[in-house]
């Protein structure tokens, strides 16, 4: 009985570093694909499509920093299905060039290298269209003074 039980602890301590070594270890997922609009209006939330896979078949979680909250604040969505595509919304209050970055992390806590995606909030053509718009209806001869001021 003594033999036996030596035995299977010595197989076991065989087995382990084999199993470990083959492939049954956790893999992490896939880096994130990040599919958005690159630009847009301050205020406006707009849509992003984020989808990865992992090689486990295990459930993912989505680590995203919206580039406007501080560098490293990264918020958690999830979990999803592996290969499922997941869309996530957000809005940027003001203008600005903002760097999306988000990282998949699978339910065992292994984590993916960080995938980026950039979007511009510009000043809006809105105001700008709108004061024009204002001067030429309160100035309505203002544009043929123009016109031939400019020589056009």
Same mark, same amino acid.
């Given at each position: 009985?003594?033999?036996? !039980?030596?035995?299977?602890?010595?197989?076991?301590?065989? +087995?382990?570093?084999?199993?470990?070594?083959?492939?049954?270890? #956790?893999q992490?997922?896939?880096?994130?694909?990040?599919? %958005?609009?690159?630009?847009?209006?301050?205020?406006? /939330?707009?849509?992003?499509?984020? @989808?990865? +896979?992992?090689? $486990?078949?295990?459930?993912?979680?989505?680590?995203?920093?919206?580039?406007c909250?501080?560098? %490293? $604040?990264?918020?958690?969505?999830?979990?999803?299905?592996?290969?499922? /595509?997941?869309?996530? @919304?957000? @809005?940027w209050?003001?203008?600005?060039?903002y760097t999306?970055? !988000?990282? !998949?992390?699978?339910?065992?806590?292994?984590? @993916?290298?960080?995938?980026?995606? /950039? +979007?511009?909030?510009?000043?809006?053509?809105?105001?700008i #269209?709108?004061?024009?718009? &204002?001067?030429? /209806?309160r100035?309505p001869? !203002?544009?043929? +003074?123009? &016109?031939? *001021?400019?020589? *056009?």
């Open positions: 009985m003594k033999k036996s !039980a030596i035995s299977i602890c010595i197989c076991m301590l065989l +087995i382990i570093p084999i199993l470990s070594t083959t492939g049954i270890a #956790n992490p997922p896939e880096t994130p694909n990040i599919t %958005g609009p690159s630009s847009g209006k301050p205020g406006v /939330e707009y849509d992003f499509n984020f @989808s990865t +896979i992992d090689p $486990d078949g295990d459930d993912v979680y989505y680590c995203v920093s919206w580039g909250c501080g560098s %490293g $604040d990264f918020h958690t969505y999830g979990p999803y299905e592996s290969g499922v /595509e997941v869309t996530l @919304s957000h @809005s209050p003001e203008q600005g060039g999306i970055q !988000a990282y !998949a992390k699978d339910i065992y806590d292994a984590e @993916s290298d960080i995938a980026t995606l /950039e +979007i511009s909030i510009p000043l809006t053509h809105h105001i #269209n709108t004061l024009f718009l &204002r001067f030429f /209806e100035f001869n !203002a544009f043929p +003074i123009l &016109r031939y *001021l400019l020589r *056009l």
